[in-house]
C-alpha cells in the first residue's frame, strides 16, 4: 500500500512516499524551485517521491494532507466575534480556505489522474497531530509523552499526546493566539531580521550576548500551573489583524508581529540595514533564555502529566537545537527523539504515518534511523548539471575534479581543506529537513579565524557577527511615536 503524505499551502512544503509501512522517499519543494522555505503546491516533491518509489500516481492509495480546514472551527468563530480581527486578517485566512479545498484536485493533477478518475481517499490531518505523528510513529519508542510547539496550524500553537504503539491520544492544546513560536518570530524581526525562517539566526546570535534583558522579555510571556502559558498580547499584533501573512504561492511572507508597545519595552527595533550592535545580542541571548525557560515549562508540565520519561518532539520550535541540547538536564525526560524534518515539511511525513498507524491502525515497524530521504543523482546527471553552469563555476574560480579512487579523492579533499579552500561535498541521496548532514555539505578549515566569515558572506549570503569587541551596556532606549515601526517590509 502506497501511502503519500504532502503540506500544502503553509511553508516548507513538503512531499512524502511510505510504502507499506515503510519510508521509501521525503524531499521538500523548495529543493526544486529553489525558494527557501517555499510555500503552495508540493507538485515536484509529488513528482520526485513519485519517482524515488518507482510508481506512478495511480498507483498512491492514500494521501494525507497535514492540514484540517475544519478543526476548531467553533473556536475559530467565537475568536472572530470576541476580537472583531482587522479584514485583512480575515481575507488572507479566506483565500487560504479556497486554496486548501482546492487540495484533492491538485493531487489529482499532480498524479497525472483525470478529475474524473476515482484517485486516492484523502484524509485530513489536522496540522499538530501531523507534527505529533511525525516525531512518535517514527520514533523507536513504543511508548513516549508527545510534545508539539511551532507558531501554530490549524489554530493550535502547542500540543501534548501520550503515543502508544500504533495510537496517539491528544491530551492538551494551546490555542491561537498564544504561541511560543510566535514570541520567538516577533522578537526575531524586532531584531531587524524579517525574512520567513530567520529564527536560526537570533539563535545563532545569542551566544554572542549576556541574557541583560530576561526581565524585560520575560514580560512577553506568562507561565502558568501545569506547564501552561500565555502570551501578553499587548506586545503583539498577529492576533489582531495587523500583520498580513502569505502562505498561497513563493516565499512566504509574515509582516511585523509585534507591537509598538515592543519598542516602548525594549527600545526602538534594529532596521535590517543597521549593524549588528552588542544590545541586540543580549535581546537576543535573552530571547533564547526566556525561550528555553518557557519550553522547558511545558515539557516539565507534560512530564507531570504523564509520568512517562521518554519524549518525541516536533514543531518549528523544536529546530531549536541549542534548546533541544538541554533537555535531558532541564526535564525529567532520559530519552529524546526528534527527527531532522521537525518543522512545518516534517508534517508530510507525520500525516502519512497518522493515517498509516492511527486510521489504518497498522502496525509499527519503520524508525527513521538517518536523514538522507532525498533523490539522488548519478554521474551523468552532475556531469550535466556542472557543464550547464560552467559560467559561473568559472567566475568563482571553482576548481571541478573527477577522482574515482576514494582513497585519492579523501587524500585530496583534506589537503584542499587544509591549504584554506572551501570544499562542496555532494554524496548519495539529499538530506531530509533543514540540516545539511554530510550528504549536501560545504567543508572549510574550522582552525582558520576568518573562516567562518567567508563562508558566511561569500557562500551562505548571511549576515555576519562578529565578536563583540564591548559588553552591552544594557541601556534601554526610549522610542518615540516616529520612532516605531511596526510595518515593515
Ligand atoms: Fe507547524
Known amino acids: 500500500m502506497n501511502i503519500l503524505g504532502i503540506n500544502a499551502y503553509h511553508a516548507d512544503v513538503s512531499a512524502v512516499l511510505v510504502r507499506d509501512g515503510e519510508l521509501v522517499a521525503a524531499v521538500e519543494e523548495e529543493r526544486f524551485r529553489r525558494?527557501?522555505?517555499?510555500?503552495?503546491?508540493?507538485?515536484?516533491?509529488?513528482?520526485?517521491?513519485?519517482?524515488?518509489?518507482?510508481?506512478?500516481?495511480?498507483?498512491?492509495?492514500?494521501?494525507?494532507?497535514?492540514?484540517?480546514?475544519?478543526?476548531?472551527?467553533?473556536?475559530?468563530?467565537?475568536?472572530?466575534?470576541?476580537?472583531?480581527?482587522?479584514?485583512?486578517?480575515?481575507?488572507?485566512?479566506?483565500?487560504?480556505?479556497?486554496?486548501?479545498?482546492?487540495?484533492?484536485?491538485?493531487?489529482?493533477?499532480?498524479?497525472?489522474?483525470?478529475?474524473?478518475?476515482?484517485?486516492p481517499k484523502v484524509h485530513w490531518v489536522e496540522h499538530h497531530p501531523a507534527h505529533l505523528a511525525s516525531a512518535f510513529f517514527v520514533s523507536p519508542f513504543d511508548t513516549a509523552a508527545v510534545c508539539a510547539i511551532?507558531?501554530?496550524?490549524?489554530?493550535?500553537?502547542?500540543?501534548?499526546?501520550?503515543?502508544?504503539?500504533?495510537?496517539?491520544?491528544?491530551?492538551?492544546?494551546?490555542?491561537?493566539?498564544?504561541?511560543?513560536?510566535?514570541?520567538?518570530?516577533?522578537?526575531?524581526?524586532y531584531l531587524g531580521f524579517m525574512n520567513f525562517g530567520d529564527e536560526f539566526k537570533v539563535m545563532g546570535l545569542a551566544p554572542y550576548g549576556s541574557p541583560d534583558f530576561t526581565r524585560e522579555m520575560g514580560q512577553l510571556v506568562r507561565l502558568k500551573p501545569g506547564g501552561t502559558f500565555e502570551l501578553d498580547l499587548t506586545y503583539f499584533r498577529h492576533w489582531s489583524g495587523g500583520a498580513g501573512m502569505t502562505w498561497t504561492d513563493g516565499e512566504p511572507k509574515v509582516e511585523a508581529v509585534y507591537s509598538a508597545k515592543l519598542e516602548e519595552l525594549l527600545g526602538p527595533a534594529r532596521r535590517k540595514d543597521e549593524p549588528v550592535a552588542p544590545r541586540h545580542e543580549a535581546m537576543a541571548a535573552s530571547l533564547q533564555a526566556v525561550f528555553e525557560q518557557a519550553a522547558f515549562h511545558v515539557l516539565r508540565g507534560l512530564h507531570a502529566r504523564t509520568a512517562i520519561n521518554r519524549l518525541c518532539f516536533a514543531g518549528g520550535c523544536a529546530m531549536n537545537s541549542v534548546a533541544n541540547g538541554k533537555i535531558r538536564d532541564e526535564t525529567p525526560f532520559t530519552d529524546v527523539y526528534i527527527q531532522p524534518a521537525s518543522g512545518d515539511n516534517g508534517t508530510a511525513l507525520g500525516a502519512a504515518y497518522y493515517v498509516w498507524n492511527?486510521?489504518?491502525?497498522?502496525?509499527?515497524?519503520?524508525?527513521?534511523?538517518?536523514?538522507?530521504?532525498?533523490?539522488?543523482?548519478?554521474?551523468a546527471a552532475v556531469d550535466s548539471a556542472l557543464v550547464a553552469r560552467r559560467d559561473d563555476l568559472d567566475a568563482q574560480r571553482c576548481m571541478v575534479r573527477c577522482i574515482d579512487d576514494d582513497h585519492e579523492l579523501y587524500e585530496w579533499t583534506a589537503s584542499r581543506i587544509a591549504n584554506g579552500d572551501v570544499v562542496g561535498w555532494f554524496q548519495g541521496r539529499m538530506e531530509w529537513g533543514a540540516r545539511a548532514l554530510g550528504n549536501r555539505s560545504i567543508l572549510a578549515d574550522p582552525r582558520r579565524a576568518d573562516m567562518r566569515e567567508i563562508i558566511n558572506t561569500k557562500i551562505k549570503f548571511r549576515e555576519k557577527f562578529p565578536r563583540s569587541r564591548r559588553r552591552c551596556s544594557r541601556k534601554l532606549t526610549p522610542t518615540t511615536s516616529r520612532d516605531r515601526c511596526p510595518t515593515r517590509s
Not at 177 to 183: A, E, N
Not at 358 to 379: C, D, E, K
Open 358 to 379: 492511527q486510521i489504518l491502525q497498522q502496525p509499527r515497524g519503520f524508525v527513521m534511523r538517518h536523514g538522507y530521504w532525498g533523490p539522488s543523482f548519478g554521474a
Open 150 to 189: 511551532d507558531g501554530f496550524g490549524d489554530f493550535v500553537s502547542t500540543s501534548w499526546a501520550i503515543g502508544r504503539d500504533r495510537s496517539m491520544d491528544v491530551v492538551h492544546r494551546t490555542f491561537f493566539p498564544h504561541s511560543l513560536g510566535l514570541m520567538y518570530l516577533a522578537v526575531t524581526q
Open 35 to 119: 525558494v527557501k522555505h517555499v510555500a503552495g503546491f508540493p507538485t515536484q516533491a509529488i513528482h520526485a517521491c513519485l519517482e524515488m518509489g518507482g510508481i506512478k500516481g495511480a498507483d498512491v492509495h492514500h494521501v494525507g494532507v497535514s492540514r484540517n480546514p475544519r478543526a476548531h472551527l467553533a473556536r475559530k468563530g467565537w475568536f472572530a466575534l470576541r476580537h472583531r480581527p482587522d479584514t485583512s486578517l480575515l481575507k488572507d485566512r479566506a483565500a487560504n480556505y479556497g486554496k486548501v479545498n482546492g487540495i484533492p484536485a491538485a493531487v489529482k493533477e499532480a498524479l497525472g489522474l483525470a478529475p474524473a478518475d476515482s484517485g
